[in-house]
Every structure is written in C-alpha cells, then in structure tokens.
C-alpha cells in the first residue's frame, strides 16, 4: 500500500511492515446515514484494535500517516469521517439537520461497532482529538474501550480561557457561531482557517456546549463521563491555544472513574518546534510523541 510505504517509520521498520494495508470503507450510522471510513491493517497484529475519533472539522485522512504508523506496530486501526465531513458528506450542508450530538450518538458508536466486527476479539482501543474526546462520554458502548488516549481534548467552556484568548471564546460561542450559522444555513469554517464548513446544526449546538459550565455533559447529560473506568492518558501541548489547560483538566474531571494522567508535552524539549492544537498527528513526531502514545496504547 503506497500509504504505509511512504510513511514507514525510521530506522528498523516493524515486522511485516511491507504487507501492511490500508482500503476504504463504507458503514451506515446508527440511524442509517451512510459515513466513510478507512480500515489499516496490520501484517502482524498485536491483539489490539484502535479507533481514531476526530476533531471538528477535520476529515479523516489528517490522520493517516498516525493511522499507518500503528498499524505498523500492529494495531487495527479505523478512521471515518463524521456526516458532514470530507468523504461522509453526502448532501449540501443547507440540507442537513445534524447536531453535534449526531456525531456522538449516531456515527461514533458505529464507527466503534465496525472496528469490534473487524477485530475478531482484539482488545478495543480509542484515539481521540479534541471533539473526539470532549464528546467520548455521550457515545454509547463506551464501555467496550480498554483505554483512551486524548490530544487536545478539552471543555469548550469558554471561561477557561484566559485574556484575549477567554473574549474570543465568547465572541464564537455567543455571537459568531450561532449568528453566522443560523443567517447562511452552515458555518463557514474554512473562511476562517477552522477546517470543514460545518452543519448549522452543529456548529449551533457546540456554541451551546461552550456556554455550559459543564460542557456538553452539562447539556447532554453525563452519566456516560460518569460511568467510564478504562484508563485515560491526555496530551496536553504546552502551546495549544484551543486547549488550554484548565480546559483540558476540565474535562477530565469529567470522568471521575478513569484512571486519569495528564501529560504535559512543551515544545522545547522537541526542538522548539511549534506544536499547537495539530501538529501531534504530524510525521516529524513519529519516533517521539508517536512512538510514546503507541507504547501506551500497547500496553493496555
């Protein structure tokens, strides 16, 4: 696959890693929606079995290489797009009537439904960056989980900003995101450098979220957060200016069951590279910060 060719780690490769493939997938949501999805299969498996839960916004293939580098340590990895999003858009974002929530409730638990049909007994395994995590606790059968890793993930709510960083939140979740959604019929986000164009439905709803103390177990409930015990490890990047850190200890509170470590990761002690909300899947991390998460996810 010239995937996994080309993103191959460096130094020895991982056993096997030659015959290493990747293919795209189709599965239907739980209420039947069509999504896409990428399955990356190793030669050698390891017994363990990852999904890749995304940020707002983001489609699947940013995390392709992060994806092919696991497999080629073993991991079954799927990642999928969100309705709405990159491959799984199927309709114009004027149409649609999904909320955030849909992503949770509906795609995710799917997502996680073809990954456990796939794996044949492996031990199941979640990657999540930002929304992917912050949202965790509202998808059903999270209990299957053995672990879960988090990047960027964090409590939208806006108070945990700080100075311009805390006025900007406000600004997005109480007048931009509503306002701009509600008058065009979707949020612009590629306008504004923010990935996808979204769902007015979800962007709606997410400003909703940030508004709530609580986040979305505030709005939603959160029994789910509650009831999750699988350990947890966070990333929290030292100049991420989406998750600060009270934001990001935030939402961990929110899982008062997981075992729950923070990992501080500052960019000096990785060149002085900047780092921010996304540069965690990127290829220049593959013998640090990659190689760091899968010894974590491979030894649970």
């Known amino acids: 696959d010239a995937y996994l060719r080309r993103h191959r780690p460096r130094g020895q490769a991982a056993p096997g890693a030659e015959r290493a493939v990747s293919e795209p997938i189709e599965f239907v949501a739980r209420d039947g929606y069509p999504l896409a999805g990428t399955l990356f299969r190793p ?26 580098d696991l497999a080629e340590r073993g991991f079954l990895v799927l990642t999928y797009d969100y309705r709405g999003i990159g491959a799984s858009r199927r309709e114009p974002l004027r149409r649609m009537t999904t ?9 995710a638990p799917a997502a996680l439904d073809r990954l456990e049909e796939t794996a044949r007994g492996a031990k199941l395994l979640a990657v999540c960056h930002s929304f992917g995590g ?5 998808v059903p059968g999270i209990e299957r989980y053995g672990a879960a890793l988090f990047v960027g993930v964090q409590s939208g709510y806006w108070r945990h900003w700080r100075g311009a960083g805390r006025a900007g939140m406000w600004l997005l979740t109480h007048a931009l995101l509503p306002a701009v959604s509600r008058t065009l019929g979707y949020f612009p986000a590629r306008l504004f450098g923010q990935g996808e164009d979204l769902p007015a439905g979800v962007a709606i709803e997410w400003a909703s979220w940030c508004r709530d103390p609580r986040y979305a177990a505030g709005v939603v409930g959160d029994a789910g957060y509650r009831a999750f015990s699988a350990p947890i490890r966070s990333y929290w990047i030292a100049d991420d200016g989406y998750a600060p850190r009270p934001a990001t200890e935030a939402l961990l509170e929110l899982y008062p069951a997981a075992a729950k470590e923070l990992k ?9 590279t900047r780092i921010g909300h996304f540069g965690f899947f990127r290829e220049r991390f593959r013998d640090t910060l990659w190689r760091d998460a899968a010894d974590w996810l491979s030894s649970h």
């Open 43 to 68: 030669a050698e498996p390891n017994g363990r079995a990852v999904l890749v839960n995304s940020a707002v916004g983001v489609k699947q293939q940013f995390y392709s290489s992060f994806a092919a």
């Open 99 to 107: 909320r955030i929530r849909d992503w949770a409730r509906l795609d």
């Open 134 to 138: 912050n949202g965790l606790g509202i």
């Open 264 to 272: 501080p990761v500052e960019p000096s002690e990785h060149g002085n």
